[in-house]
């Protein structure tokens, strides 16, 4: 019971610092925004990042370490990951430039984070209407990757349980062949620190582990996703 309630107040002075750090953070971004060059505005937002997993170890005890650096793409590609909770997208942001993520539509609407989000042209989708979602995703997604950046996708679509990897779609595979460029494939186990849905953070170290560029080749879009998926599910039950 002792324990619970001072992970519970140490969860609540993070929640407290990170919005208010956030809030800081973003009028200063959407202000100096027009005079922000391209990379300033992604440097901009590592720096948020930055700030939110300097401040998550600080008060909750959450340390993480990365493997396989070397694998992150030296040209345009789409990083396709298992999705556990927020912890992944603050990091992958941090680690990944110049990238654009894929978001629900809803979230550019939050004041002042989702402002900033729109401003750095993430592809936004409308997931109740999952036919027009997946030509977006295309359009857009092949606009991006065009135009120099990474695409970060999670296809199992909605967050899974600690441990758990949901059956992913073909979207982030369909992508890549219509952009013509490698599939980077990132497992964690961020979960057990960040749980989904839950408020509490539990100390501890979140494992990433980055994968060697995962090529085409002659393969269709089921093809490609069936060897993404079975990697990232046996990194994840290894971090598990």
Not at 44 to 61: D, I, N, V
Not at 153 to 163: A, H, L, N, T, W
Not at 204 to 229: F, M, N, P, Q, Y
Request: aromatic content about 12%; overall charge positive; hydrophobic content about 45%.
């Amino acid at each position: 019971m002792i324990t619970r309630f001072f992970l519970g107040a140490r969860s609540l002075v993070f929640y407290i610092g990170y919005y208010t750090g956030t809030v800081i953070i973003c009028i200063f971004f959407i202000l100096l925004f027009p005079i922000l060059p391209p990379k300033g505005r992604h440097v901009f937002a590592g720096l948020w990042c930055g700030f939110a997993l300097g401040w998550l170890r600080l008060c909750c005890g959450v340390k993480y370490v990365v493997h396989g650096l070397a694998n992150l793409p030296k040209r345009p590609a789409i990083i396709l990951a298992n999705h556990q909770s927020s912890w992944e997208t603050i990091l992958f942001y941090k680690l990944i430039f110049p990238v654009s993520p894929i978001l629900k539509k809803e979230l550019t609407h939050i004041p002042f984070w989702g402002w900033s989000m729109r401003l750095l042209k993430p592809i936004a989708i409308d997931r109740s209407k999952p036919r027009e979602a997946g030509r977006s995703l295309l359009v857009q997604g092949v606009d991006r990757i065009h135009n120099g950046n990474s695409v970060i996708i999670f296809p199992e679509g909605s967050r899974s349980k600690y441990g758990c990897v949901k059956r992913f779609s073909r979207g982030g595979a369909k992508l890549a062949i219509a952009a013509n460029t490698d599939i980077i494939p990132i497992a964690h186990n961020a979960g057990y620190c960040w749980p989904a849905h839950e408020f509490t953070k539990k100390p501890g170290l979140v494992t990433v582990v980055i994968g060697e560029k995962i090529e085409l080749g002659e393969r269709d879009a089921s093809e490609i996703t069936a060897d993404v998926e079975d990697w990232i599910r046996k990194k994840v039950n290894e971090l598990g």
